[in-house]
């Protein structure tokens, strides 16, 4: 599992314009531009709402979650989210972006998460 938090300027600011963090617009412009993440991380549904891939993937805002069933590729997921923010001028906070195992729990959107 690996949890993160984007940091930079983003890619709105590279347009000429920027929101201040924690506009009412703000969550929904960033799930917005994170929306092709799951699809580079291999991730799809079913009609019926079924996930295929190897990772779950979480967001809200500035934090995502990525879950998957071993360590090795959970650092395979980051290497992923960071090439695929690095050509949309964002890039993952190395301070926020731990490797933890399920069962030691985690907090993400204020909720702490275990299996």
């Not at 412009?29 to 019926?48: C, D, E, P, Q």
Request: contains cysteine; positive net charge; aromatic residues 8%.
């Amino acid at each position: 599992m690996a949890q993160s938090r984007i940091d930079g300027r983003g890619a709105a600011a590279s347009h000429g314009y920027r929101r201040a963090a924690g506009g009412g617009i703000s969550p929904w412009f960033v799930n917005v531009a994170l929306h092709g993440m799951a699809h580079a991380l291999g991730i799809s549904s079913t009609r019926k709402g079924v996930r295929r891939g190897r990772y779950a993937f979480v967001s809200y805002a500035d934090a995502l979650a990525v879950l998957g069933p071993t360590r090795q590729e959970a650092m395979e997921a980051k290497d992923i989210r960071a090439a695929w923010l690095g050509p949309r001028g964002w890039r993952l906070s190395e301070a926020e972006t731990p490797i933890r195992h399920l069962p030691a729990g985690f907090d993400c959107l204020g909720f702490t998460m275990r299996h």
